[in-house]
């Protein structure tokens, strides 16, 4: 992990300082269920759930979904928590399908964003988030369902693997984000 960071501290973006921790220093760049792109640190100033999917996958991202609503609802009101969830799979997740994904969940566009990136930064957040995935044969994906909180400067806090419920481990390091 901290040589993930060091490699990480190399491509970091000048015109912003993070702390030596933060995976914001990522350079990478989104494009969101609308088409807009933005950074990794698009949520920096707000305690930020990221995780990776797939938008056709037909077991685990669903139930992801309903996992970080649980945890939305589970937070502290004061908290202004916003989602971001990463697509593993660049070449189906357009845009247009993953603001269609969007609409089908009723997922609130307002403080969720969908996107996706590239093959190289996909495998580069992965590595940052812990989280492992391959291609099947068939198109689908297996991967690992991880779930990270980040600061509102972009350093890990909690990570849980718990799914269907909001988690106790991500609710008690939320609550302790200013």
């Not at 973006?13 to 350079?27: G, K, M, N």
């Not at 077991?59 to 309903?66: E, G, H, T």
């Not at 357009?94 to 969940?105: D, F, I, K, V």
């Amino acid at each position: 992990m901290v040589l993930t960071l060091v490699v990480m501290a190399s491509v970091a973006r000048a015109d912003v300082a993070y702390p030596s921790q933060s995976i914001y220093q990522l350079e990478a760049v989104l494009t969101n269920q609308s088409g807009a792109q933005h950074g990794l640190d698009v949520f920096a100033g707000q305690p930020v759930l990221v995780t990776m999917f797939y938008g056709s996958c037909p077991a685990a991202c669903p139930l992801l979904v309903d996992t970080l609503r649980a945890v939305e609802r589970a937070a502290p009101p004061a908290q202004r928590l916003r989602v971001l969830m990463i697509s593993i799979d660049p070449q189906h997740d357009t845009p247009q399908n993953l603001q269609e994904l969007a609409g089908s969940r009723h997922i609130d566009l307002s403080r969720w964003m969908l996107a996706r990136t590239d093959a190289a930064t996909v495998r580069r957040i992965a590595a940052v988030l812990n989280v492992q995935y391959r291609q099947l044969p068939d198109g689908n994906f297996n991967h690992s369902s991880v779930i990270t909180l980040l600061s509102p400067t972009g350093e890990i806090v909690a990570r849980s693997t718990v799914l269907a419920k909001a988690d106790s481990v991500l609710l008690e390091a939320l609550s302790g984000i200013p």
